[in-house]
T-cell receptor, first 112, second 115 residues
Framework: GQQLNQSPQSMFIQEGEDVSMNCTSS?????WLWYKQDPGEGPVLLIA?????ELTSNGRLTAQFGITRKDSFLNISASIPSDVGIYFC????????????FGTGTRLKVLA | GAGVSQTPSNKVTEKGKYVELRCDPI?????LYWYRQSLGQGPEFLIY????????DSGLPNDRFFAVRPEGSVSTLKIQRTERGDSAVYLC?????????????FGPGTRLLVL
């Protein structure tokens, strides 16, 4: 099935560092979302974006909806050990069923 | 409970067997989605229910897969003649009405292993 291109695939960072990851698509989306998934759990919503150019923050997390509507990025500032996990972007089209198309995930490991 | 629940949490079966996976959505949510997540991948859409009806089943890989939601709440994903390639985490999500931009809340998933 279709999946969005997400990069980087994985990253190891030191505690306190800032993290940036992005997601690109060949299709236009009306909504971009960022989820975090911990081992053995389902994805949990971090940030939802609804308009091209929108910049939204949630604590140490900031995400932007790209102007072209084909990309989005997520930044995490001052990372802490509990930020470890897999981060997925997801896009939603105006297809009538509003299913999500997910990215391939960015695996984040934070070294204390 | 407040969230989406799925049972069983783990299922091991033999190739060729039939399995049923259950999803209890958030109470009052009319939209229900099934996704499949293979190892190292993001979730992939399988089927979407609006109430009791399957509004979009375009993600079901073949006719061995079938899902029902007879009373518009609990849903069951059924897999016939299981194959080793069916091994994955099956995630269920629900949202209030299924409209654009609405948050989907995910359950913890059922981990299916076909031997």
């Amino acid at each position: 099935g279709q999946q969005l291109n997400q990069s980087p695939q994985s990253m190891f960072i030191q505690e306190g560092e800032d993290v940036s990851m992005n997601c690109t698509s060949s299709s236009i989306f009306n909504t971009w979302l960022w989820y975090k998934q911990d081992p053995g759990e389902g994805p949990v919503l971090l940030i939802a974006l609804y308009k091209a150019g929108e910049l939204t923050s949630n604590g140490r997390l900031t995400a932007q909806f790209g102007i072209t509507r084909k990309d989005s990025f997520l930044n995490i500032s001052a990372s802490i050990p509990s930020d470890v996990g897999i981060y997925f972007c997801a896009g939603q089209t105006d297809s009538g069923t509003y299913k999500y198309i997910f990215g391939t995930g960015t695996r984040l490991k934070v070294l204390a | 409970g407040a969230g989406v629940s799925q049972t069983p949490s783990n299922k091991v079966t033999e190739k060729g067997k039939y399995v049923e996976l259950r999803c209890d959505p958030i109470s009052g949510h009319t939209a229900l989605y099934w996704y499949r997540q293979s190892l190292g991948q993001g979730p992939e859409f399988l089927i979407y229910f609006q109430g009791t009806g399957a509004a979009d089943d375009s993600g079901l890989p073949n006719d061995r897969f079938f899902a029902v939601r007879p009373e518009g709440s609990v849903s069951t994903l059924k897999i016939q003649r299981t194959e080793r390639g069916d091994s994955a985490v099956y995630l269920c999500a629900s949202s209030a009405t299924g409209t654009s931009g609405e948050t989907q809340y995910f359950g913890p998933g059922t981990r299916l292993l076909v031997l």
